[in-house]
């Protein structure tokens, strides 16, 4: 469920995943999501599949703060998902970003089968 903060800190990596991996790639990342799901400073994240350039993929993550964000990507926890997730990988690039403002969509009759 998502926390939103319209304040949030948010990072947006694009990895190039090895070709004929990419499922193998969504499984590991379910693994590590669930991990970062617990830690209480993280907000939300998501996986998406680029649907224009194959085997790429986005990462986004939401934190409360920068500094929590920084304090995650130090830590063992981080180190350990980077090694499960790097045998999939060809190649990334990570954006920090500020999330300036949000507003939310209208939900009503929406398909979330």
């Known amino acids: 469920m998502s926390r939103q903060n319209s304040n949030a800190f948010r990072v947006m990596v694009r990895m190039q995943v090895e070709q004929g991996l990419e499922k193998d790639f969504e499984r590991a990342w379910q693994e590590v999501g669930d991990s970062v799901a ?40 981080h180190r350990v998902h980077r090694e499960q997730l790097n045998p999939y990988r060809s190649g990334k690039s990570m954006v920090p970003m500020q999330v300036v403002a949000q507003r939310a969509g209208n939900t009503e009759g929406a398909n979330h089968g």
């Open 38 to 77: 617990r830690n209480p400073k993280n907000l939300d994240q998501w996986l998406s599949r680029s649907l224009t350039e194959e085997g790429i993929y986005y990462l986004i993550s939401d934190w409360v703060d920068e500094p929590s964000f920084r304090e995650f990507e130090k830590s063992d926890a």
